[in-house]
């Protein structure tokens, strides 16, 4: 199974909006409604900022949108601040039970 | 608060053996998926397996790279997941974090990783 794939490195400054894409094929993202998106600060867990596609948890902020589009995958960070700056990984379910996670996206606030 | 504590991360030569632990905290752990993924240094994040909880008869699936050389197992009792590693190559050296998700309650939650470092 090969990893999904994300931009390596996307920037944007202050109060911009950004968009990570991930792109999958029909037996991941193409077929499936869990694919999730983690933020990862430096020498730290993840955290889950999207599950099932395009829901948020409780207590992540509504600058943080994402949706899916045939293979594709995109999360959007809107009005981008400093805390921002950070590692983002998607993944998603495959036909094969397993998942599979994206190369990840280093996000830079300039 | 409730937490995953992970354990048993350590040094040991290609080929062998090694079992980690993942210890929860909360109550909702029977109910949960237990995963586990991995992060070599400077790397991304590699899924390495789950379990399902046992309403889903502790189902188990693994990645093709550790498949028949990793096994996850679970105790609810003590509500704790292991990951037991066998034949282990120098390519899984890597931090090893467990991850709880309850999907009915959206509840999500890693340990704070175990170092495994394969090396002679």
């Known amino acids: 199974q090969s990893a999904l794939t994300q931009p390596a490195s996307v920037s944007g400054s202050p109060g911009q909006a950004i968009t990570i894409s991930c792109t999958g094929t029909?037996?991941?993202?193409?077929?499936?409604?869990?694919v999730f998106w983690y933020q990862q600060h430096a020498g730290k867990a993840p955290k889950l900022i999207i599950y099932?596609?395009?829901n948020r948890p409780s207590g992540i902020s509504t600058r943080f949108s994402a949706s899916k589009s045939g293979n594709t995958a995109s999360l959007t960070i809107s009005n981008l601040q400093a805390e921002d700056e950070s590692d983002y990984y998607c993944?998603?379910?495959?036909?094969?039970?397993?998942?599979?996670f994206g190369g990840g996206t280093k996000v830079t606030v300039l | 608060e409730v937490q995953l504590v992970e354990s048993g991360g350590d040094l040991v030569q290609p080929g062998g053996s090694l079992k980690l632990s993942c210890a929860a905290s909360?109550?909702?752990?029977?109910?949960?998926?237990i995963y586990w993924v991995r992060q070599a240094s400077g790397k991304g994040l590699e899924w390495v397996g789950r379990?399902?909880?046992?309403?889903?008869?502790?189902?188990?699936k693994y990645a093709e790279s550790v498949n028949g050389r990793f096994t996850v197992s679970r105790d609810d009792a003590k509500n704790t997941a292991y990951l037991q590693m066998d034949s282990l190559r120098i390519e899984d050296t890597a931090v090893y974090y467990c991850?709880?998700?309850?999907?009915?309650?959206?509840?999500?939650?890693w340990g704070q990783g175990t170092v495994v470092t394969v090396s002679s």
């Open positions: 991850r709880q998700w309850l999907r009915k309650d959206v509840f999500d939650l």
């Open positions: 909360g109550s909702n752990f029977g109910d949960s998926f």
């Open positions: 379990i399902k909880a046992r309403a889903d008869n502790y189902a188990t």
């Open positions: 029909r037996s991941d993202i193409g077929v499936s409604s869990s």
């Open positions: 099932d596609v395009s």
């Open positions: 993944s998603s379910s495959t036909t094969a039970h397993t998942v599979v």
